[in-house]
């Protein structure tokens, strides 16, 4: 995709969304970031139901803590890898109240230290909470990035690299958003709906569907 097709592109994106953001639910950036770590292999729809019931006994790191990795887990059974993600949950929550005065850090690096955080976590709570211009590739950005031919690579860092470099500046804090909802309800995995996509004509895919 050439320079200008990605301009037109993007700015197709912010007339038809001049505001995206996350689907995830939360009250609170401790809530986001949970709500994140919970979101892996998970789907916004799934995560919300159980975080509902999670946050509403705890809302805070203090009462996350308290609750416990077995209270966590029974709280949020109905996603995957719940196991783990209350393990991770409980670990965070104590870290950041030891390490963090229970605020949720801005920097990159600090982020990644918690447990159950990795880049691409680190990435949305970034963009999301600060408004950094930080671009997190999961399974649609990935597939987007790779299928238009906006910004294709072997693996989800190459894809990230390739996007902070290609995306104009203006479109950079929001494109995240705009590429997620972009994969998950029209640029889809097995069916892509092309009939109705609004940057049909810049995309590069050879199967487009009528």
């Not at 671009?135 to 031919?149: L, M, P, Q, S």
């Not at 894809?159 to 309800?185: D, F, M, S, T």
Request: glycine fraction near 6%; include cysteine; proline fraction near 5%.
């Amino acid at each position: 995709m050439k320079r200008e097709q990605i301009e037109t592109f993007f700015r197709r994106l912010a007339e038809a969304n001049p505001n995206p953001t996350t689907e995830l639910e939360y009250g609170s950036p401790f809530q986001l970031l949970v709500a994140v770590v919970l979101s892996a292999q998970a789907t916004d729809k799934g995560v919300n139901i159980a975080t509902r019931r999670l946050f509403a006994l705890a809302p805070t790191p203090e009462a996350m803590a308290t609750l416990g990795e077995q209270g966590i887990a029974e709280q949020i059974k109905s996603i995957g890898l719940y196991r783990n993600k209350a393990k991770n949950t409980a670990a965070l929550s104590r870290q950041l109240l030891e390490r963090h005065g229970g605020e949720v850090p801005r920097s990159r690096e600090a982020l990644e230290a918690l447990p159950g955080v990795g880049r691409k976590t680190a990435n949305v709570v970034l963009n999301t909470l600060f408004g950094e211009p930080a671009i997190a590739v999961d399974t649609h950005i990935f597939r987007v990035a790779n299928r238009t031919g906006l910004a294709p690579g072997k693996d989800v860092l190459e894809v990230e690299h390739r996007l902070n470099r290609r995306v104009p500046k203006a479109y950079r804090v929001n494109a995240h958003h705009w590429l997620i909802l972009l994969g998950r309800y029209v640029c889809k995995a097995r069916k892509p709906e092309c009939g109705v996509c609004i940057v049909r004509d810049l995309c590069d895919f050879r199967d487009k569907t009528d």
